[in-house]
């Protein structure tokens, strides 16, 4: 079954199950915050708020308790997040 994600002050949509949950915010034309994509830099944190996921690798970077790393998780539940900046499509804000 297909989860739903929901961001705080935005909006939710249902990811492709392969996504990890930055790419499910790429695909749906959404501005991120990312460096190295595998872990390392910390760059991605995403505060989640409730919901569960999973990583795809083991994450090196630090995560204050609350955080995730949005570049190798994926949801195995429905799930809030918050993300650390105003939420913005590509194309202008939401
Ligand atoms: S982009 Fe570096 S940890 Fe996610």
Same mark, same amino acid.
């Given at each position: ?34 460096? #190295? ?9 995403? %505060? $989640? ?6 990583? +795809?690798? *083991? ?11 949005? #570049? ?9 997040? %918050? $993300? ?6 590509? +194309?202008? *804000?939401?």
């Amino acid at each position: 079954m297909a989860n739903i994600i929901k961001i705080i002050d935005g909006f939710s949509f249902i990811p492709r199950e392969e996504h990890t949950l930055l790419e499910a915010m790429e695909a749906q034309q959404l501005v991120t915050e990312y460096q #190295c994509r595998q872990g390392y830099c910390g760059a991605c944190q995403v %505060e $989640l708020i409730n919901g569960n996921i999973k990583y +795809t690798e *083991e994450p090196i970077a630090f995560t204050p308790k609350g955080r995730i790393l949005a #570049c190798c998780a994926k949801p195995t539940s429905d799930i809030t997040i %918050e $993300l650390p900046y105003p939420v913005k499509r590509k +194309t202008g *804000e939401i």
